[in-house]
DNA sequence: TTATAATGTAATTCG
DNA sequence: CGAATTACATTATT
């Protein structure tokens, strides 16, 4: 069965004889493959990147016939057009995930902004609330109606303790771990340090690279604010 | 069963190269190997790669100096030493690359975490102040005290026109754009599909991979419920 | 056992 | 040099 081992071997020893650095083998190259650049071997010839890559968008895992039939139409051992394949589809992954990388920049982005937004809505909301209180007390203090009744349907009662926060004790100090981000800037360009396994930290002059030292992230994360509250009655699902 | 595998190319090319001692011994040497021949052909030694990870670790881009202290060391030929560190450098911009993803996923999913939460208080303040609003409404209406003053220093004045927002008005339609997303699940993992450059959509078969259509995104952006409203006094600086 | 997907690595070419 | 390629190797899986 397979008669492995292509004749690049041969030219590799040749190449190796003359002395050259590399102990790669292929440059060999049975067919066509004149490359309009250069005298370049190695590197297909743009139509036969073509024709892979045409394959590749319709098939990026293809039958071993098809690509025996491609190794046939493009003048390539079948064992190139697997590796080609290989490749392929490592390179697309890899794109991909800068692609995600940048998607998810921007989706992020969008959302620090819209938090802000709402920060500030909150805070103003927040003021409009404190204000009204303050102008509640006052109107009860001068009325003086009936001061003592626990019931909820009176004129001058208040309401507001049925199925939402004390406004005045629990709300002023809801954002704490809210504020950093939002000029994160994490450019995903010029990174180069702090190595594939081990974390590098100690010996890197300060050559920017590495973003996120993923310490100034993740301060934030329980705001969990209504949990210890006496809201039963799941307001949130009016919306 | 065939006998493949040629090395003869690593031998050939450090016969040729150098014979500098400490290199190769495992190209020749089935060292504790499962697979007995067959071994490296290319592939430095465990020896070679912890120097050149060392030296890398200190300078990911040294000296043509350092550069040819390190080929005489290992046995290797210069050119060998800056392609070495020439993958090195690209391997470990990739790496970062992942690792910034995973970063900025986790930061994400904890902003949309917290988007959320803040989102419900921000109701709860809506539904607060709605309540406080109504029940004012009512005490002025039965107290009918002057009803027709725009000082903001009486009593039972409304003081919140001052610099805020029309409560009733404009509070009631903030939320619209801001609902998707949180349940996003970019799994930056099985990927694969959408090549490179051309987008590929019609001729996938549903093989999971690309994750964000980048549409279901940035739906959101424009919340800028301030702007127009009469607040001209910065109250958010209190923060 | 073979085949192959997935991942990593050495070397080459081009800009 | 960096980026993209090509070929090969290794490991895990089936």
């Known amino acids: ?8 071997q041969a030219a590799a020893m040749v190449k190796l004889e ?3 650095p590399g ?3 292929d440059m060999f190259n049975p067919v066509q493959n004149i ?3 250069s005298k370049n071997k190695r590197r297909f010839s743009d139509e036969q990147i073509k024709s892979l890559e045409f394959m590749f968008e319709n098939d990026s895992r293809p039958e071993s016939q098809i690509k025996q039939q491609l190794a046939n139409e493009l003048g390539l051992q079948p064992r190139q057009i697997a590796i080609w394949f ?10 991909q995930i800068e692609r995600d990388y940048n998607i998810l920049k921007e989706n992020y982005d969008a959302l620090a902004s819209s938090y802000e937004s709402l920060k500030r809505e909150n805070q103003s909301l927040r003021i409009q609330l404190e204000k009204l209180k303050t102008q509640n007390e006052k109107e009860q203090g001068n009325k003086t109606c009936e001061s003592n009744r626990s019931g909820n ?10 199925d939402m926060l004390d406004t005045n004790e629990k709300i002023t100090f809801l954002f704490e771990g809210h504020d950093h981000m939002l000029s994160t800037e994490n450019k995903s360009k010029n990174v180069e340090n702090t190595d594939g396994d081990r974390v ?10 590495s973003l996120t030292s993923s310490e100034k992230w993740c301060s934030f994360e329980s705001n969990c604010f209504l949990d210890e509250s006496s809201c039963s009655s799941n307001w949130w699902e009016y919306w």
Chains 1, 2 share one sequence.
């Open 86 to 95: 290989q490749n392929r589809r490592a390179r697309s992954k890899s794109k």
């Open 200 to 209: 590098v930290l100690e010996m890197m002059e300060g050559t920017d690279g």
């Open 35 to 37: 490359r309009p650049s």
């Open 18 to 20: 003359v002395g050259l």
């Open 153 to 162: 349907s009176g004129d001058c009662e208040s309401q507001n303790t049925s």
């Open 1 to 8: 069965m397979l008669a492995r081992r292509e004749q690049p």
């Open 23 to 25: 102990f790669d083998l």
